[in-house]
């Protein structure tokens, strides 16, 4: 999930060159698909409109409240990967509750006496 870093003179989204008077992104679209997939404030916003401010776990049409990151997300401010599409779920508060409470609960398990994170990681 980490983004690519382009050489200067290309665009810093999708790599294509530059064109003149341009200095970080080729187009106004490029550069709203970066601050959709970068900025929590917009992020946010554009998943909810891809499910349609529907639960995309309930299926039946529940209204999203919360958008949950698959990968937790300690720090929200400034720009992060964190924040891709593919790394959002728009989800009604039930299920926000039982993702948010389960990640918890993997982060407190101890293994041979070490504790895991969600990650399985120390």
């Known amino acids: ?27 106004d679209d490029c550069y709203k698909d970066f601050l959709n ?24 049409g529940t209204p999203a409240r919360e958008v949950h990151h698959k990968i937790k997300i300690d720090d929200y401010q400034g720009y992060s990967c964190l924040h891709h599409q593919s790394n959002l779920q728009p989800v009604c508060r039930e299920h926000h509750n039982d993702l948010y409470h389960s990640e918890a609960k993997l982060e407190e398990v101890p293994v041979d006496g070490l504790v895991l994170n969600a990650f399985g990681g120390i």
Do not use: T
């Not at 900025?39 to 401010?53: N, P």
């Open 1 to 27: 999930m980490l983004c690519k870093h382009y050489p200067e003179g290309r665009c810093q989204n999708c790599g294509l060159i530059l064109p003149k008077r341009r200095p970080k992104y080729h187009s």
């Open 37 to 60: 997939n970068h900025l929590w404030r917009f992020a946010k916003i554009e998943a909810m409109r891809r499910s349609s401010g529907k639960c995309v776990i309930c299926k039946d």
